[in-house]
């Protein structure tokens, strides 16, 4: 196939050759070690700035260094990132769950574990008795958030799974994971995303209504 | 599953912790730099007062009093200098060398180890302590190959640490100089051998990495061993070679008389005015002028003969790990200290023949007047105290540069190592020789320092503007045109 | 050890058998292993070597110790379950598996994603393919001992990874390609983020250049080192940079374009020495094309849907899940059977970031995959390591190996 070349690849690459300049080794290596040396002192006389982003990080005296003491620093996730699962609650403190399995089924990792009990007197019929997932099998994809058709598990936690010196003390269940900000009316939590540069407050219910949004 | 395993408050929202705003103020910062530089040259001055001040406190037990060398000097000098100053300066190396690297590649660096009671980690240096004790309380293990074979595998690290060890003793600190009433100077060995006890002791090393190498019983050290003593031994020629310049400017092969004839002698000090050992009137009498690169190949010849990177085939951790491979503990420790012991030893060679030793430029007769007026005519002593001083800034300098091309610069393959040294460096080296033979018979020191200016200026322009194209961009790129049919999509 | 190997300029051939050597002394070879937990094996592969002194007279390579059974994974999860494992491939560059796994299940229930879905995928695609490249490209200077030149790389990385958690939710496995579309937008600002990112990125491209490129040191040890000629290179099946360096023009976004490759402009660079250095400067420049396709396909990104309308195959959007019973009929439906792709067989192909990744999906008819496999780019390269250590020496090892860009998750599924 030919999209045009203007000379034959050959030609070009042979001047890649190198001058006699750089075959003394030393005018590179200076360079080299000049770039180096420049983040050196750049990182030496610069105060670190560990509050902003990576990005951001700018100015003078501000250095280069990318890297934070964590975990006394943290870097906070961006809004939407897939952290630690919750149940969300209803405003009287009840799991929004109803129980109907689709985030287990669609769990490619099958980490999560529900039994379903009935509520007697309510209008809501279904409750998780037990819903136990096991962090340690969870693989972070967010189906179960996707599946879920009452927006009862979330992963805006902006956390992740702890670390636990035992491997059933990464078995969450339905009290560890209850928590975050209670949501009366369904949101589409997986989709919306706060604008960055800001940071969503902690299970946040606020928006959250439309996708694919510009 | 059991309740009371059950981490109901693991999602408090007081165990997640959030990131710490450190509020920093430009003048907060400006403060620090200031006061950071400021604690670092009173350490360096209080460091030097208390060498000095040790090594009289030695002198003071020999006879004699107008002379440098007694036994009790030596004595002191031995453990102020070797054990403490070397052991000292190579053991922060190590930490140097981490926190260093982190500066060059925009990270943090150490930061998890901690002193009992205090929250912070102190720019890393409790990883000093923490490494000290993990390489002492490691297991020493033998593998079963390398037990067959047990003294020699523990005399690895011992050759390897020892002759390193014992360099630096003809390396000089300060000039002789009447502290408190008694001459003295900071070095260990006043020997007319002087730098041939360099080139001398720092053969035995070979062994050192050859023995463990072989008595590892294990390939990848087996190559590690092969590689570093045909290295080490074919480096030893080009580190003489390039330093031959040198002796034929100074006229001998003792590091402390080359040191002391790149200033102002201690008689034209004391009469004050200005330096009359300026070339040209103005140009500081340090080898690197009169010899600028000799420096460079001595520097280089020196990197690869104490086997760091660029020249560290020998361990080339990616590929065959190294001669130490089987090492663990303290002995692995060993081998590690003694680079660094090396790096130093490097470092104050360079120093004392190329960087005017001890001698601050320029300042010295009128820095000496001035400490005179403050300090009872005793300004030589005090001066000695910032030549110290000098000395050490000079030492880490070198010694900073050399963990930059550690940082910076791929490693050579084994037989371009080879193919460097032999037929690069040596040739190079065998041509300065001439040269500054020639120069010499010329006109002296003097004629050599013009030659060595021209060096410089043609090095400089061989670094900053030969060879430099205007900007040819991405130099691989000529592939397709642009896909002519190819409509942006309207927006 | 083949005789009809071509020996590569500058390499010496190894004599068959030292005893015979005219020396008084006998010398054997040397039977190194080389990994599975070893420095330069980024994956864990074991390379059994047989050496003469330091010359590498014979290697084979070992692999498995990875092993992920992929396709039999594949085949007890729904075709929308499968799409994590894709994640694990090639798990420096996820999204280009992700979209080359989706595309394939596209194929074979004959549908497109929307407009704006392609511009995402293509623009998520080349940022995870500039991931991939820096991370080859910095760990070579990384095995040679240039510490500071892979950190500069792993720092323009790890920008990029966060642009990339910010549009799919994570750094690395990010399962964020659906069948018909993508999984999330692009958050508000993100692409004004990704046009601050790109700027810093080539920075350090630049830096990561100028520290290598012309250092002899490093051309010295690239420069003629596991050489490989255009022939020798497509019999041997390479595809991606690896055969592009020597030579060969084969990009499959020019010679196949799909999504909106041909939309956008770009230029496919091309060694002619099929060395490492060639291999290098391939992906190095490729960094830069890449670099430009983001910023074209985020400029002429359209809005609209990010997933397509069709319920059968896309979940239904949540509002109608949330409040209407057709909605969340087709949602359980979707979940509970998985998507029925009709029976059929399909091999679909797209550049990945180490050559051509391939899925062949066979289908029954079923809501899950009868069959499912990958040509992984890095295979048939890994299989010809041989043939390139061959007669190099030991020190050779290390940049030829990163050369080829090995990704233990991609060769041994």
């Keep these: ?81 897939r952290g630690m699962h919750r149940l969300v609650p209803r405003v009287d403190g009840r799991p929004r769950c109803v129980a109907c399995y689709m985030c287990a089924t669609a769990c490619p990792a099958q980490c999560i574990y529900i039994e379903a009990g009935e509520y007697d007197d309510q209008a809501i019929e279904k409750y998780p008795v ?36 035992s491997r059933p003390l990464a078995v969450f269940d339905k009290e560890a994971l209850l928590g975050g900000a209670p949501v009366e009316l369904s949101s589409d939590s997986m989709t919306y995303r706060a604008p960055l540069k800001t940071v969503a407050p902690m299970g946040s219910n606020e928006g959250g209504k439309k996708m694919g949004g510009h | 599953m059991d309740a009371t395993l059950t981490p109901s408050s693991r999602l408090a929202s007081s165990d997640i912790p959030t990131a710490v705003p450190v509020k920093r103020t430009v003048g907060n910062w400006f403060g620090w730099l200031i006061g950071g530089w400021a604690m670092f040259f009173a350490f360096l001055f ?42 000292i300066l190579a053991t922060l190396l190590t930490m140097a060398d981490r926190k260093w690297s982190a500066m060059m590649q925009d990270r943090v660096g150490p930061n998890r180890a901690r002193l009992p009671g205090i929250d912070s980690p102190l720019a890393g240096l409790p990883h000093i302590i923490a490494d000290v004790l993990k390489m002492l309380f490691k297991e020493d293990f033998i593998s079963d190959g390398a037990a067959r074979q047990k003294l020699l595998f523990n005399l690895g690290p011992l050759l390897a640490f020892g002759p390193a060890f014992c360099l630096f003793a003809v390396i000089p600190m300060s000039p002789e100089v009447f502290f408190f009433g008694k001459r003295i100077s900071l070095q260990v060995l006043h020997v007319d051998w002087g730098i041939l006890y360099v080139f001398a002791l720092a053969s035995i090393g070979v062994f050192g990495t050859a023995l463990a190498g072989w008595s590892s019983d294990n390939k990848f050290a087996l190559l590690g061993g092969l590689r570093a003593s045909a290295q080490m031994i074919s480096y030893e020629v080009t580190l003489g070679l390039t330093l031959v310049g040198a002796f034929i400017a100074y006229g001998s092969v003792r590091l402390d008389v080359m040191s002391e004839l790149q200033g102002a002698t ?25 010899q600028p690169l000799a420096a460079i190949f001595f520097l280089t010849a020196a990197m690869a003969e104490i086997k760091r990177t660029p020249f560290d085939t020998p361990e080339g951790e990616s590929e065959i790990i190294g001669y130490y491979l089987e090492y663990s503990g303290l002995k692995s420790g060993l081998f590690l200290i003694a680079e660094y012991v090396e790096t130093v030893v490097v470092a104050g060679i ?97 004629a050599m320092a013009m030659v060595g200016l021209v060096e410089i200026v043609a090095f400089v322009g061989y670094v900053a503007f030969w060879g430099k194209k205007p900007a040819a961009d991405a130099p691989d790129a000529h592939g397709h045109a642009a896909d002519p049919h190819a409509a942006p999509a309207s927006h | 050890m083949s005789e009809t190997q071509s020996h590569s300029a500058g390499v010496v051939p190894v004599n068959p058998d030292p005893l015979e050597l005219d020396d008084e002394l006998p010398s054997a070879f040397t039977k190194v292993k080389l990994g599975p937990s070893h420095p330069a094996t980024h994956g864990t592969v074991r390379l059994n070597m047989t050496l003469d002194g330091e010359r590498i007279v014979e290697c084979i390579p070992e692999i498995g110790f990875l092993h992920r059974g992929f396709s039999k994974s594949s085949e007890n999860a729904t075709w929308h379950q499968v799409l994590p494992y894709t994640d694990r491939l090639n798990y420096v560059s996820p999204i280009l598996n992700n979209v080359g796994y989706i595309m394939g299940v596209e194929k074979l229930i004959g549908i497109t994603d929307t407009e704006r879905s392609k511009y995402l995928r293509v623009a998520a695609g080349e940022i995870s393919r500039i991931c991939d ?40 496995t990010t399962s964020w390609t659906r069948i018909g579309g993508v999984a999330t937008d692009a958050p508000i600002g993100w692409i004004e983020r990704v046009k601050e990112t790109i700027p810093r990125v080539l920075e350090l491209t630049d830096e990561l250049d100028k520290l290598f490129s012309k250092n002899r040191i490093f051309v010295d040890r690239t ?23 020597s030579g060969v023009d084969y990009d499959i976004r020019k010679a196949h374009p799909y999504l909106v490759y041909d939309r956008m402009e770009f230029s496919v660079p091309l060694g002619s020495r099929g060395d490492t250095f060639d291999r290098y400067l391939c992906r190095l420049e490729e960094i830069r094309q890449s670099a430009k396709i983001v910023l074209q396909a985020l400029e002429q990104m359209p809005p609209g849907p990010i997933i397509i309308d069709d319920w059968r195959y896309a979940l239904p959007p949540k509002k109608d899940v949330f409040s209407s019973i057709e909605g969340v009929m087709a949602h359980f439906k979707l979940i509970m059977e998985g998507i029925h792709v009709p029976a059929g067989e399909v091999y679909s192909f797209t550049e990945g970031s180490n050559g051509e990744l391939g899925f062949h ?38 940049p030829i190996f990163d050369s080829i860009n090995m990704i233990g998750g991609e060769v041994e599924q």
């Design chain 2, 350 to 446: 360079v120093t004392a023949i190329f960087l005017g030793g001890w001698h601050l430029p320029w300042i010295e007769p009128a820095l000496c007047s001035v400490l005179d007026g403050l300090w009872h005519g005793n300004g030589a002593a005090l001066l000695a105290i910032f030549q110290v001083m000098g000395f050490i800034i000079k030492v880490l300098l070198v010694i900073w540069v050399m963990f930059l091309a550690r940082w910076a610069l791929p490693r050579f393959r084994y037989d371009q190592v080879m193919h460097l040294g032999w037929k690069m460096l040596l040739p190079a080296s065998l041509a300065n020789v001439i040269i500054s033979a020639a120069a010499y018979l010329a006109g002296g020191r003097e």
């Design chain 2, 266 to 290: 201690e008689a034209a000090i004391r009469i004050g005015g200005s330096d009359p050992t300026l070339f040209f009137g103005w140009l500081p009498a340090w080898g690197i002028f009169m």
């Design chain 1, 130 to 165: 037990r819903f136990e997932i096991d962090e340690l099998r969870c693989i972070v994809c967010g189906f179960c958030v996707e599946a879920c058709p009452k927006d009862a598990i979330r992963m805006d936690t902006g956390t992740h799974a702890p670390a636990v010196l």
């Design chain 3, 361 to 398: 999906l066979v289908s029954n008819g079923a809501g899950k995959p009868y069959a499912i496999q990958v040509r992984a780019p890095g295979f048939p390269i890994v299989g010809a390591l041989p043939r390139l250590l061959h007669g190099h020496s030991l020190g050779d090892l290390i």
């Design chain 2, 46 to 87: 209080g460091l030097s007062a208390t060498m000095l001040g040790v090594v009289r406190l030695f002198a003071g037990f020999d006879e004699k009093k107008n002379s440098v060398g007694g036994t009790w000097e030596g004595v002191g000098n031995i453990l102020i200098l070797m054990l403490v100053f070397v052991m």
């Design chain 3, 223 to 245: 420069r003629n080192v596991g050489v490989i000629g255009a022939d020798e290179a497509i019999s041997w099946g390479f595809t991606g940079p690896a055969l592009r360096a």
């Design chain 3, 133 to 172: 490249h820096l991370t080859c490209v910095s760990a070579i200077g990384l095995e040679l001992g240039a510490m500071s030149a892979f950190l500069y790389g792993v720092e323009a990385r790890e920008i990029l990874w966060d642009r990339v958690a910010e549009l799919t939710g994570a750094r690395m």
């Design chain 1, 1 to 81: 196939m030919d999209h045009g070349h203007a000379e034959s690849p050959r030609a070009a690459q042979d001047e890649q050759e190198l001058t006699l300049g750089e075959k003394l080794f030393l005018r590179e290596t200076i360079k080299g070690m000049a770039i180096v040396a420049r983040h050196f002192w750049k990182n030496l006389f610069g105060f670190r700035d560990n509050t902003t982003e990576v990005l951001d990080r700018k100015g003078t005296g501000v250095n280069l260094v990318t890297t934070i003491n964590y975990p006394e620093e943290q870097k906070p996730y961006p809004p939407g990132y």
